[in-house]
């Protein structure tokens, strides 16, 4: 069993930045695949960044160049910087876990970006 745990979500203006951290329960977390999410109102939870074991990022074009997914596996928590925030980056942000061959969620930060 894993658990996360999400932190760092508020409110801030666009053009601002928020660190989006979670930290994770287990002892193999350095082998972990880390992904973001994130779900806005009255749309599908979409994939916003990932993070292999071995440290290799993906990123959806809607945040390329914006936001940066990093790891600390002494840390167990993998990190969301955002910056340059619009106003379409508002939702609620989940991280995930993928440790075959079970998944698991948190419980969601929320994040508004305001005009």
Known sequence: QVQLQES?????????????SCAASGSRFSIYL?????QAPG??????????????TYYADSVKGRFTISRDNVKNTVYLQ???LKPEDTAVYYCK?????????GQGTQVTVSS
Do not use: F
């Open 8 to 20: 760092g979500g508020g409110l801030v203006q666009a053009g601002g930045s928020l660190r989006l």
């Open 34 to 38: 880390m992904d973001w999410y994130r």
């Open 43 to 56: 749309k599908e939870r979409e994939l916003v960044a990932r993070i292999t074991s071995g440290g290799n």
């Open 82 to 84: 955002m910056n340059s």
């Open 97 to 105: 876990a993928l440790v075959l061959p079970r998944t698991y969620w």
